[in-house]
Every structure is written in structure tokens, then in C-alpha cells.
């Protein structure tokens, strides 16, 4: 079920200082990422919400919008202040935001 309001800001208006949450797999976290996230994959949340950062607001990413559209409205509902980053790490990337990669090669979205 697709949450009917969630905010969302576009990934160029992100704050720089903003506190992420990336819930994409490892695969994808691995390949690049925003520096200084916290990656918890989005089926992983519900059981790991003490590792969720503490935030006013917590800005969820993925690679398109969908998955953290999604994690977004359920940690709203649970008393978060979560924020959808539209457009996933995708639009972060096109944006020319900062990624970094665990595999020592250059970061990308994958």
C-alpha cells in the first residue's frame, strides 16, 4: 500500500547537514551512498528501529523515492519526523550531491 501523504523534498534541496537514512540493500548501499548516512534496508526497520537516527526531521533515501516513500509514512505513524527524499539517490546523484562507495572504486548509483 502506497502512503497517500508523506513529505517529500526534492534531493537537491536536501540540507547539508541532514540526517539520512538509507534503507536500500547492501549491494546498493555498497556501491555508493551519501556520506554519513545510517544504512538499515527497508525490511530490516521495523526490527532495527533503536539503530534509526534521532532526528527532527530524518530524511529516508533509496534509489528512486518508492521504498523510502514507504519506510517515510510507517516511521511517521511510529512517531518519527521522517521526510521521503524524492527521487531516491538517483536524483542525489544527478544533483551532484557527494557519494561515497565501500569498494575502494569510484561511488554510483546502483
Keep these: 500500500m502506497m502512503p497517500q501523504q508523506v513529505p517529500t523534498v526534492p ?41 534509526v537516527p534521532e532526528a527532527d526531521p530524518v530524511y529516508v533515501v533509496c534509489r528512486s523515492g518508492g521504498r523510502s516513500a514507504r519506510v517515510a509514512a510507517w516511521l511517521n505513524q511510529n512517531g518519527y519526523d521522517a521526510v521521503n527524499v524524492g527521487g531516491g539517490m538517483g536524483a542525489w546523484e544527478a544533483a551532484g550531491r557527494p557519494l561515497v562507495s565501500e569498494t575502494g572504486q569510484p561511488p554510483f548509483v546502483r
Design 11 to 51: 534531493a537537491d534541496e536536501v540540507p547539508e547537514d541532514a540526517v539520512l537514512l538509507d534503507v536500500r540493500e547492501d549491494g546498493e548501499w555498497v556501491a555508493g551512498h551519501a556520506e554519513g548516512a545510517t544504512h538499515i534496508p527497508m525490511g530490516d526497520v521495523p526490527a532495527r528501529l533503536d539503530e
